[in-house]
Nanobody, 121 residues
């Protein structure tokens, strides 16, 4: 079993940066692909980024490519999402997830509780 806890969300202005963290408990973190998803009010949860178990492979949604960077430190059981050049449309609750390397919510077995990111114009 893996428990995930996100942190680092907040209220920022357009163009600012934020770094989200996802702290994991349990010994299986290093064997899991990890992903970030987000959900805006009234919308479905959408894929943001994924990183392979060893950090060698990453993949991003087109909407964040070039602005967001996903990374992980397996020795710290932690994953990160560096978000630069934030836009109002990035406003959402951001969730970290652990499971298989994919872009669908069904690819992931473990979810955090989410952290709110709000970008004002």
């Amino acid at each position: 079993q893996v428990q995930l806890v996100e942190s680092g969300g907040g209220l920022v202005q357009a163009g600012d940066s934020l770094r989200l963290s996802c702290a994991a408990s349990g010994r299986t973190f290093s064997s899991l692909a990890m992903g970030w998803f987000r959900q805006a009010p009234g919308k479905e949860r959408e894929f943001v980024a994924v990183i392979s178990w060893n950090g060698d492979t990453t993949y991003y949604a087109d909407s964040v490519k070039g602005r967001f960077t996903i990374s992980r430190h397996n020795d710290k059981n932690t994953m990160y999402l560096q978000m630069n050049s934030l836009k109002p449309e990035d406003t959402a609750v951001y969730y970290c997830a652990g499971g298989r390397p994919g872009r669908g919510v069904d690819d992931y077995d473990y979810w955090g509780q989410g952290t709110q990111v709000t970008v004002s114009s």
